[in-house]
């Protein structure tokens, strides 16, 4: 043991460095609060956000209106919320389970409901007329849910785009933590050769272990915290998968039932293809499958609708409640501290740990040439030095990288543009649309089925009186070669 080891001041004895700490970049900074709808030229009018957010809940558990306050309870685990958010779906299914039976019994088990009977012939447009209406506002209806489910498709490739944003942000700081924990492995042998040489400075490893834990640390939070946006941004890619069915199918049988059912009624392509009752039967036949999942798809997204403007109310505090339901406590803490911006930074506190780790390493060395030990100030010293000075430098880049500052916007736009002002607004206008383009199918299945069975009797009736004049005419000229 060298004899003046013991003279050599610990960090903690001698005076601070003068070299300063880094200053906290998130000094200052706040979110910007989220307002609903605060871009939507017609928010005064109607908001999807504090509309679906303001529906009474009920639960089919209890059979009561749910007791709670929305959103400040809003928490995606509790069985009574998620009963309260499936309450309106599950109306929305039964009407479709009930109009797809009238559909199916109409089309295929009433006899007595063809409107057979109508002794007097009615005008084609006079007929026709609430049929073509019905069509019309059919096609509206239906085409209004392409308009929501173009908005949906936006906000899902905008949060996808974000996510990966995120992702690497966070791949990015622990790229730079693997980095330095890669330097401090080299400063840890630069300092054993200098140690080997002034044995004093062999009581500062300490400092140099706390560096190495510290940056170990902080790499393994920012490896972690993308497995949760990782499964976030899976959930939302098999739904921007699933998104683009929901739509078409159910409109591609609508206007395949408007198309038949349109066809059908026409006269021209009646005489050139086969009778309307065939091409009225067939649409009819569509239309109960089109009931049946336009019924089930406005549910599915009536209760996406419910829940994301339960949390777009306050998506900020919301954003840690989905955390604290599906992540581990490291991963809450972040996300709160990201969000939130308020308290200490988990992340950026370890760093800073780390750099005054290394300002007490560098002191300890320091204080090894200088009397009264007065170690030589070999190459192996300068080039420790140097070292922890170009650490430093990283570890002070790294803080700024993992403040609130750099990273709570990325979590703003995941948020604000693209859950709450595209993907809530085109739930919301994709469930409305396919809930009246269900409720107006059915008129149209009834109105064209009694079409087509009033023109069937009407072109009976012209044949049957067809027939009646053919065997006058024979009887005329019968009779008159008997006469003749």
Known sequence: VHPLQGQVKRPSDRPKSNVMSPPNPDDGFAPAPYIPCKDNEIS???CPITELNALPRYSWLTFSEVDSEFPTEFDPLPQEYMAGVGFYPSLIVVMAVIFGLITFFYSCCCAKCNGRGAKEKVDKVTKRGPLVVLLIFLCLFAGSSIVGG????EGLSLAVGYFDDLVDEFD????SGRELNSAAQDIQQ??????????????FADEISEYTSKITEFTADADTFPELLDGANESFQEYSIYAPIALGLPLILVFMNVFLTTFGCSTSCRKAMCTCRCLIYISNFLGIFSITLLGFFAAWEMGFGVFFSDFCINPNT??????????????VNITEYFVLCDGPNPMGGLLVDADNAL???????????AAPVNCAQTDAYDELISAIDVSRSAVDDLILGASCKNLNPHLQDLTYNSFCERF???VAAMSFSMLLTMVFLLPVVIVSRHFAE???EEENGDQMELVGVGERHSEGRSNFAQAY
């Open 318 to 331: 919301n954003m840690v409640n989905m955390a604290e339901a599906f992540g581990t406590a490291s991963q």
């Open 172 to 175: 990015e700081l622990a790229s």
């Open 454 to 456: 009033r023109v069937v």
């Open 359 to 369: 300002v007490a390493f560098k002191d300890g060395l320091e204080s090894t040439v």
């Open 424 to 426: 809530v607004p085109g």
């Open 190 to 203: 630069q300092f054993d050769e200098y140690a080997s040489s002034c044995q004093a400075a062999s009581s």
């Open 150 to 153: 173009m908005s949906v498709q």
């Open 44 to 46: 005064d009018q109607y």
